[in-house]
Structure formats: structure tokens, C-alpha cells
């Protein structure tokens, strides 16, 4: 059974930054992928970032040069650092697993951007 966990959310000022953390429990062998989505009150779930199991990173427009995926090798934490945070990035960030076979999503962290 995989579990996927995300934490860090909250409130920040404009400018100001944040870290979220999505941690995966169980096996992660077979984990093709992790990805970053957000979904803001009204809108559809978007992607944010992707970090592949060979340790490539892809990011929306929006986010690129602001937002930095990593994690460790195992793909078991992953961490999305935010920088230069708009009103705009207010959303509900969730973790989504990639496996061969399946897939799994996290609850979800609030972040939200105060102007």
C-alpha cells in the first residue's frame, strides 16, 4: 500500500517563500514519477512540476525560474522550493505518485499568498 503525504503549506507574503514536501511511504521501485499539481478555488487541477525517476525536472511557464523540484534518490521525499510567491500561486498543492502500474494522490497543502 503507498501513501503519499504532502506538508509545509501556509500562509506568506507576496516575494516571500516556501518549501512543500511530498513523502511516499511504501515501496517506490517501481515510481516512474512525482508531480506537483495545484488547484485554486473555480479552477481546474494544473501541473505545476514533474521530477522523472532519472531525476529530470519539467515546470509549467508560470512557475519556471520561481519553482524548484528535487528529491532524494529513492523519490520517496520530494520537495517543491518556492520562491518570488504570487497572489496568484494561491492553491491547494497536491503530490501525485506515478508507478508502473498505478497511481496515487495526496490530500493536498494549502498555500496561500497574501498581497
Known amino acids: 500500500q503507498v501513501v503519499v503525504m504532502e506538508s509545509g503549506g501556509g500562509l506568506v507574503q507576496a516575494g516571500g517563500s516556501l518549501r512543500l514536501l511530498c513523502t511516499t511511504s511504501g515501496t517506490t521501485s517501481s515510481m516512474s514519477a512525482i508531480e506537483w499539481h495545484c488547484q485554486a478555488p473555480g479552477n481546474q487541477r494544473t501541473l505545476v512540476a514533474k521530477?522523472?525517476?532519472?531525476?529530470?525536472?519539467s515546470y509549467a511557464p508560470s512557475v519556471k525560474g520561481r519553482f524548484t523540484i528535487s528529491g532524494t534518490n529513492a523519490r520517496d521525499m520530494v520537495y517543491l522550493q518556492m520562491n518570488e510567491l504570487k497572489p496568484e500561486d494561491t492553491a491547494v498543492y497536491s503530490c501525485?505518485?506515478?508507478?508502473?502500474?498505478?497511481?496515487?494522490w495526496g490530500p493536498g497543502t494549502q498555500v496561500t499568498v497574501s498581497s
Open positions: 501525485h505518485a506515478i508507478f508502473q502500474w498505478n497511481h496515487y
Open positions: 521530477i522523472t525517476s532519472d531525476g529530470i525536472p
